[in-house]
């Protein structure tokens, strides 16, 4: 950290003035402690001096002697200042709303600063903030063992540690685990790396009953049964950890007070079980569970639950939603489990997020309904086994959703497995559906002239009777340059578009303008969005075949 004189410190320490208003409550609570009464009288000619609060008033080296004393700094262009007496508790406060580099400096200058320094309540040891780039792996280690062993342990609510693919320092993080974490703390977040087994023994009994946030990523971890109850842990991250699906059971067993868990790429887990028990968790994220095969989550009052990235899941059984707000899945048949399942285990879903790699079979038309759902995003990434995706079936959610109010539709497929409404097949199938009455904003990205795309469309248009908005965009939607908002193209231009594309493109323009264009109601805009026309960005695009 870099040295600063006094006058950057005192310029630094005049900028806490809304925290002042805090120490002020604070100060107004001990109004028998002396020269408390002198300090309320000064404080508001305090804060709106520029030049209040020098650090010769604030970061002194020696304690106050008296209520109030003197001080100059020499120059007579200045006055001289009163300096107020204030205990060493309200000291300690002001020095913990500062930024732990402010703080850290601040304790170089005093005493008083120094003392509280070692109970100074939030560490955040990065190499970023406590090296410069030229500073050597050896000067960041003697830092951070400088800084842990002498914090006395008290007071210290929050420590954030980076030491990822730093094994080097690995001997030494037990006993500044031991040294740091103690009865009080409320978040712990570590960066380590796999080969590192975090101790159980950090998780004492006072520690258990103060953490409220567990972090943990690139570490190895393994509770076992006699870890004893984590009575005030809301908050669990395993990013990149290495613990088994009955480690974890075990883990959560043990956290009745949980309320947000978030799992993310931890191989090991085959099966991920939610125990009933958590009754507070209403946040649950699970992300990149490459091995993950069988989920069964028993937790009762989720409100909303993400899970993605576990493509070889083959059971996945969620219980009764009653409470699910909002729900996320990605993975393999997505769609077709969507309309199959959740409208009955969650009856009062409102926002639904859909990605599907594969679907196994088209999704039935089923008499359970969405009665909440207000917001559908689907994102369609591969066809059925046989067949390429029949999009005309995901009506099945219009017609399964009548509180519906939007509708975004994202299509990544080979526009050459699908049969075009130009290839003189069978005429388009246009079902009469019932009015939907909520239906107001739709967007498809990726359009094409697939004959089921444009079927869907047509129905859409022709049942929603409050649309308001068609967005239709015949790209994919990613690497667009901003040219349509009045700005060229010299700083970012579009992704590659092949020549099949920019025609499958043009294919899809004439649909809309065919088959779409009338059916939209004059209260609706239409949007039709095409691949940039800027030169530049077409003379960066290849001309090989689709991708």
């Not at 500062?98 to 070692?118: G, I, K, Q």
């Not at 420590?159 to 500044?176: E, I, Q």
């Not at 043990?254 to 099966?271: F, G, M, W, Y």
């Not at 069978?426 to 444009?454: D, M, N, Y």
């Amino acid at each position: 950290m870099e040295d600063l004189s006094v006058e950057e410190l005192a310029s630094n320490l005049s900028t806490y003035k809304d925290q002042l208003r805090e120490v002020k409550k604070l100060i107004k609570e001990k109004k028998d402690d002396p020269g408390i009464s002198e300090y309320l009288d000064m404080e508001k000619e305090l804060q709106e001096s520029t030049t209040g609060m020098q650090c010769e008033q604030t970061l002194d080296r020696s304690e106050p002697r008296a209520s109030c004393q003197r001080d100059g700094d020499g120059d007579s262009r200045h006055e001289e200042t009163w300096i107020p007496y204030l205990p060493e508790d309200i000291w300690r406060h002001i020095h913990s709303l500062m930024p732990m580099d402010a703080a850290a400096r601040a304790a170089c200058l005093s005493r008083t600063f120094l003392n509280s320094w070692r109970c100074y309540p939030r560490l955040d040891l990065d190499p970023g903030t406590l090296c410069s780039k030229k500073t050597d792996e050896k000067h960041f280690r003697c830092r951070v063992d400088s800084i842990l062993r002498n914090h006395s342990g008290i007071g210290l609510k929050i420590l954030k540690l980076n030491l990822w693919l730093r094994k080097s320092y690995f001997p030494y993080l037990d006993s500044w685990l031991q040294a740091a974490v103690t009865p009080g703390i409320e978040e712990l977040t570590l960066w380590l790396c796999e080969e590192y087994n975090f101790p159980c023994s950090v998780l004492s009994d006072g520690v258990r009953d103060s953490v409220r946030s567990l972090q943990l990523i690139f570490c190895t971890f393994r509770p076992k049964s006699e870890l004893g109850l984590l009575r005030s842990l809301t908050r669990l991250s395993l990013c990149y950890v290495r613990i088994t699906g009955e480690e974890l059971e075990c883990l959560l067993s043990n956290s009745l007070a949980l309320e947000h868990l978030d799992i993310d790429s931890c191989k090991e887990i085959v099966l991920l079980k939610i125990p009933s028990v958590l009754q507070q968790l209403s946040y649950l994220r699970v992300l990149g569970l490459e091995n993950l095969q069988v989920v069964e989550n028993n937790a009762p009052n989720l409100s909303r639950f993400f899970l993605g990235g576990v493509e070889k899941v083959k059971k996945l059984s969620l219980g009764g939603q009653k409470m699910m707000k909002v729900f996320t899945l990605c993975c393999r048949n997505a769609v077709s489990y969507a309309l199959a399942e959740l409208p009955s285990i969650m009856p009062n879903l409102e926002y639904l997020y859909l990605c599907s790699t594969s679907e196994v079979h088209t999704p039935p038309m089923l008499p359970t309904k969405f009665l909440n759902l207000k917001y559908l995003f689907i994102q369609i990434c591969g066809g059925t086994i046989s067949q390429p995706y029949d999009y005309f079936s995901l009506v099945s959610f219009l017609d399964a959703s009548p509180s519906l109010e939007t509708w975004c539709l994202h299509v990544h497929q080979d526009r050459r497995l699908h049969e075009s409404v130009f290839g003189g097949g069978s005429a388009l199938h246009l079902r009469q559906l019932p009015e939907h009455l909520k239906l107001k904003s739709v967007e498809i990205t990726g359009f094409r002239s697939a004959k089921t795309l444009v079927e869907l469309t047509c129905c859409i248009v022709k049942s929603a009777v409050s649309l308001e908005r068609l967005t239709l965009n015949t790209f994919d939607g990613y690497g667009r340059c901003l040219r349509e908002n009045n700005r060229d193209c010299r700083d970012f231009m579009c992704g590659p578009i092949s020549k099949a594309e920019l025609e499958e493109a043009s294919r899809a323009v004439v649909a809309i303008t065919r088959y779409i264009e009338d059916l939209v109601p004059p209260t609706a805009k239409l949007t039709v969005l095409e691949p940039c026309p800027c030169p530049r960005c077409r003379r960066s695009t290849p001309v090989s075949s689709a991708r």
